[in-house]
Antibody
Framework: EVQLVESGGGLVQPGGSLRLSCAAS????????MSWVRQAPGKGLEWVSA????????YYADSVKGRFTISRDNSKNTLYLQMNSLRAEDTAVYYC????????????WGKGTTVTVSS | QSVLTQPPSVSAAPGQKVTISCSGS????????VSWYQQLPGTAPKLLIY???KRPSGIPDRFSGSKSGTSATLGITGLQTGDEADYYC???????????FGGGTKLTVL
């Protein structure tokens, strides 16, 4: 069974850092692009970042560019999102999602991990 | 501000048909595939349609997708109360080199 499990969320003060992880299983992890998508409370989906299967290409939303870094360890079947200089507006549920390619659909989603940025 | 534009809400009676529109531009919908997602309350999004009009295994043929120019449409026939959810369109924007979603449409089955 294809499965994605996010972890690493929590409460952090403005300006702080957090690293999210997404453990993948049930598919050949290195063959697929991966994405992070977030959803602020009561709001819609917001694409955050994506990475190619090899990890050689990365993409970011303007809202997080320069503050967030996406990476992956294909030997550990794990996706990461390093979040620095966090702001209140980064408060959201963060989902990792699998897609055949960076530019196409996301066919499997994790259940999400909650990040709250507050003093 | 979402890259794609969707109506905030639509509604229809059980058994009826509803369509949800998604409007974009030449840099996103016009030159990239569109996908559609269903998000039931309190759950993660689920892929309904990929590559404009294809259904993943397990998605009933009551759900359909189409694309024309810089717009896309999700159609749902034989509405059921279990279809009440938020629906999002998604695509890639070649100018921004970034993904994007519509603002979401809340479907109410009256």
């Amino acid at each position: 069974e294809v499965q994605l499990v996010e972890s690493g969320g929590g409460l952090v003060q403005p300006g702080g850092s957090l690293r999210l992880s997404c453990a993948a299983s049930g598919f050949t992890f290195s063959s697929y692009a991966m994405s992070w998508v977030r959803q602020a409370p009561g709001k819609g989906l917001e694409w955050v970042s994506a990475i190619s299967g090899s990890g050689g290409s990365t993409y970011y939303a303007d809202s997080v560019k320069g503050r967030f870094t996406i990476s992956r360890d294909n030997s550990k079947n794990t996706l990461y999102l390093q979040m620095n200089s966090l702001r209140a507006e980064d408060t959201a549920v963060y989902y990792c999602a699998k897609g055949p390619a960076v530019t196409t659909s996301r066919d499997v989603w994790g259940k999400g991990t909650t990040v709250t940025v507050s003093s | 501000q979402s890259v794609l534009t969707q109506p905030p809400s639509v509604s229809a009676a059980p058994g009826q048909k509803v369509t949800i529109s998604c409007s974009g531009s030449s840099s996103n919908i016009g030159n990239n595939y569109v996908s559609w997602y269903q998000q039931l309350p309190g759950t993660a999004p689920k892929l309904l349609i990929y590559e404009n009009n294809k259904r993943p295994s397990g998605i009933p043929d009551r759900f359909s997708g189409s694309k024309s120019g810089t717009s896309a449409t999700l159609g749902i026939t034989g509405l059921q109360t279990g279809d009440e959810a938020d629906y999002y369109c998604g695509t890639w924007d070649s100018s921004l080199s970034a993904g994007g979603f519509g603002g979401g449409t809340k479907l109410t089955v009256l």
